[in-house]
């Protein structure tokens, strides 16, 4: 196995490769047990599939920026390990699918080749960085976002403050107050700002999707951009120190500003200044200011013998740059997915004629930019043969799909299915929506909204329906979501719930009844104008389960009849409870600890050895059936349990030993002080655990 490590350079990315290998085989050896492994492998985009015995495996790529060289890897990758198709993600992520978990640090290792990373792509972790698609070309922002969700990405990976939290955390910076990357559904959204000549940002604290959607609150109108990280690294330690860990579907960070409110939030964050590791980051953006780079090749000239299709393509699915000349192309990528055959030549179209980048996007599509306005008669022809200029870009059909049953665990319903139906209902009866923008169609496998299926104009989400003593697919029917801009949106009503079968009736019936009454109004205000209840009168005929015939009981895109099987959801990680488990990870805080020590990131170290303290003290209070919830109150119960009562005697308590962290700035002196007081934390109460055990004996 050595040959695959030898061609990378990173020595930090070697190593988690080699753990990741050694891992797998202490899992497999039963050395690991399973809730611990999947964590760790969470963590390196190494995901559980609802086939039995493959992974899908998350790439990260930050901004859903990738050169063609990236894409040429992750193209060899998924023939050589995969299925040779590509899926692009609403993060604007890849997934590649049907992974055997043996080849995964394989796998890995080839990807490193061309600095593409797996780590903290799953699990609870700070989730891949978003923005808006156009950013860097956008005709409507204030500046390029690119650089500080670059800079924010490279501070927040591997950062000990958010591997472990309660949950995953999500951030994204749009181009403009067009707001397309959606702050208003992030646990921070970053809005970018001018103001008085200098850049920074609106930001936008708490907001999520799921089953409970949450509007994020204001953070501050405008935050200078030397302090987004600071202030993210502060979030970062509140929600990780407070966030709720036992009750999974309760640990996001909206249940946590909705608990203690926003205002309390960010007073504690405050009390965090101290500690961060910088108080001021000044974010360089030299290697997004050069200039477009001209072609590698000369662009051929070419003939354009239709020139009405050319134009129509153009007005669909070509977008004017802020760079005089120059134009972006949207490709419209049927659910996401497309394959390694038609990869491999776009990755050769943008490395010779193009400026050597794309852009994934929030819609699972691909942006080719910085293309001169001559060049597009070329570009058009070539993408013509990829069946890549598809018309729709960023329209009402152009739908947003999970991959629901076909892979997901938690998946109830078929939500590809029925997005390529749908789609072949809107191209073949309503040809007169093919450039509409304004309305949304997303749909997730279940309430986990992969999707966003609660936040567009037109909604689906997977269920099941009972008839008699029979299951049938189902969908939930949301309307009225949608975008406001600058950090406002509107999350999507539940209106009625159908038989899957009868979702392209549905989108009739809404379609029909908006064309024939809305009277010029946009969707969003017609839908606000008649209500909820007014919808649902007039879908109320198709939720009728009395006459379901055969094919109701048939999902789309399937042959067999439809079976309910939801299986153990990965989606945001696992709580480990083994008393044994967590002492063992709190000796690897400490060994993590020394070694950050030792390479001089007293900020690291002294988080690492926080994380020892949190660690030990959960669990000796699991071994005495202790119940709890965060790290904040798993020490003010370590006080009452073992040091009030005198079961444990330590030289305070342990809240005045670890709130330190919060009080002292990091340095060489107290990094060093408060790892020995960590070491001697845990050998305290590894000696408690020891002695406990053989008295039981």
Excluded at 130 to 140: K, R
Excluded at 245 to 267: P, V
Excluded at 356 to 363: C, M, T
Excluded at 529 to 551: C, H, I, M, R, S
Aim: with cysteine; glycine share 6%.
């Amino acid at each position: 196995m050595e040959s695959f490590r030898t061609e990378i350079e990173d020595p930090i990315v070697q190593k988690e490769i080699v753990d990741l290998e050694r891992k797998i085989a202490l899992f497999k050896e039963g050395k690991i047990d399973d809730e611990r492994f999947r964590s760790l492998r969470l963590a390196r985009g190494v995901y559980g599939q609802r086939q039995e015995g493959v992974q899908m495996i998350r790439i990260k790529l930050p901004f859903g920026r990738v050169t063609s060289e990236q894409l040429e890897r992750i193209t060899k990758v998924s023939d050589e390990y995969s299925t040779g198709r590509l899926h692009i993600t609403t993060r604007q992520d890849i997934q590649i699918h049907y992974v055997s978990l043996d080849r995964t640090p394989e796998l890995w290792a080839q990807l490193a080749i061309d600095d593409i990373t797996l780590r903290e792509a799953c699990g609870n972790t700070v989730r891949n960085i978003t923005a808006s698609e156009l950013a860097g070309v956008d005709v409507d922002e204030p500046f390029d976002v690119s650089p500080y969700a670059h800079a924010m990405f490279q501070f927040f990976l591997r950062n000990p403050i958010c591997q472990e939290m309660g949950r995953k955390f999500k951030i994204s910076f749009s181009s403009s107050d067009k707001d397309t990357a959606l702050s208003y559904l992030h646990d921070l959204g970053f809005i970018p700002k001018i103001v008085n000549g200098e850049r920074g940002f609106k930001v936008m604290l708490g907001g999520g999707l799921g089953s409970q959607p949450a509007h994020a609150e204001l953070l501050s109108e405008f935050i200078p951009a030397n302090q987004i990280i600071p202030t993210t690294e502060g979030v970062l330690r509140i929600f990780d120190r407070y966030g709720e860990r036992a009750k999974r579907l309760k640990a996001r960070m909206k249940f946590l500003i909705k608990d203690i409110g926003r205002d309390e939030f960010m007073r504690l964050v405050d009390e965090e200044k101290a500690a961060l590791s910088y108080q001021s980051i000044e974010i360089d953006t030299t290697d997004f200011d050069v200039a477009i780079p001209e072609t590698l090749l000369e662009v051929p000239k070419v003939t354009i013998e239709d020139t009405v299709a050319f134009e129509t393509w153009k007005k669909s699915n070509v977008i004017a740059q802020k760079q005089a000349g120059y134009y972006a192309i949207g490709i419209k990528v049927l659910l996401g997915d497309f394959y390694t055959d038609k990869a491999t030549l776009l990755a050769d179209l943008i490395k010779n004629y193009g400026a050597n980048e794309l852009r994934f996007s929030l819609k699972q599509n691909i942006v080719v930019r910085n293309i001169k306005e001559e060049n597009l008669a070329f570009f058009y022809l070539e993408l013509v043969k990829l069946d890549f200029a598809t018309l729709g870009y960023d329209t009402i059909n152009d739908i947003t799909a999970c991959p629901g049953t076909d892979t997901c665990n938690l998946g109830i319903a078929s939500s590809t299915g029925i997005a390529q139906e749908l789609e072949r209902v809107l191209k073949l009866e309503f040809p007169q929506y093919q450039e509409n923008r304004e309305i949304t169609i997303k749909i997730s496998g279940c309430m986990n909204a992969c999707g966003q299926h609660n936040m567009s104009a037109i909604g689906f989400q997977g269920m099941s329906i009972k008839a008699g003593k029979l299951v049938a697919p189902a969908l939930q029917v949301l309307l009225g979501g949608g975008n406001l801009g600058n950090g406002s949106g509107r999350f999507s009503d539940k209106v009625i719930k159908v038989p899957s079968r009868r979702g392209p009736d549905a989108l009739r019936y809404i379609l029909n009844d908006f064309e024939a009454n809305a009277n010029g109004k946009l969707f969003l205000d017609y839908y606000i104008t008649q209500g909820e209840k007014y919808f649902y009168e007039l879908l109320k005929p198709l939720a009728d389960t009395t006459n379901l015939v055969e094919a109701d009981f048939i999902d789309w895109g399937n042959a067999d009849n439809y079976v309910k099987a939801v299986g153990v959801g990965e989606c945001a990680g696992v709580v480990i409870d083994l008393v044994a488990t967590l002492l063992l990870e709190a000796k690897d805080k400490l060994t993590f600890a020394q070694e950050a020590f030792e390479d001089k990131n007293w900020a690291d170290a002294i988080y690492h050895a926080y994380a020892g303290f949190v660690n030990g003290a959960k669990a000796l209070l699991l071994s005495e059936n202790e119940k709890t919830n965060h790290q904040a109150g798993i020490i003010n119960l370590f006080d009452t349990v073992f040091v009030e009562t005198n079961k444990i005697e330590l030289q305070s308590t342990l809240k005045d030993l670890v709130f330190q962290i919060n009080k002292t700035e990091p340095s060489e002196e107290f990094a060093q002080k408060y790892i020995q007081e960590a070491i001697a934390f845990f050998d305290t109460i590894e000696a408690f655990r020891l002695k406990d055990l053989s008295d039981e004996k």
